[in-house]
């Protein structure tokens, strides 16, 4: 198993930037995969940016692409996003998650809201 825990989310204007971070306890030699999610009211929850621990490769929605960053400390066990240029539109509860070597997600953090007031 793999704890996660978010945090970094909060209120910011539209055009501004917030950083959310994962921290990553338990068995994380066992994540292959690791993403960040988010879910708006009233909404189904969407994959916004993955990064998978062989080759580092990510990928974007295409509603975040040039806006958003993945990435990992791997030395502290955490999963970041950069999240700039913030529109109104990103406002949701983001949660990250890691998927073992089926690739299925099964470990979720408790999330963190981001709201971006327009």
């Known amino acids: 198993q793999v704890q996660l825990v978010e945090s970094g989310g909060g209120l910011v204007q539209a055009g501004g930037s917030l950083r959310l971070a994962c921290a990553a306890s338990g068995r994380t030699s066992s994540s292959y995969r690791m993403g960040w999610f988010r879910q708006a009211p009233g909404k189904e929850r969407e994959s916004v940016a993955v990064l998978n621990r062989i080759g580092g490769t990510t990928w974007y929605a295409d509603s975040v692409k040039g806006r958003f960053t993945i990435s990992r400390d791997n030395a502290k066990n955490t999963l970041y996003l950069q999240m700039n240029n913030l529109k109104p539109e990103d406002t949701a509860v983001y949660y990250c998650?890691?998927?073992?070597?089926?690739?299925?997600?099964?470990?979720w953090g408790q999330g963190t809201q981001v709201t971006v007031s327009s």
């Open positions: 998650a890691a998927a073992g070597v089926s690739g299925n997600y099964n470990n």
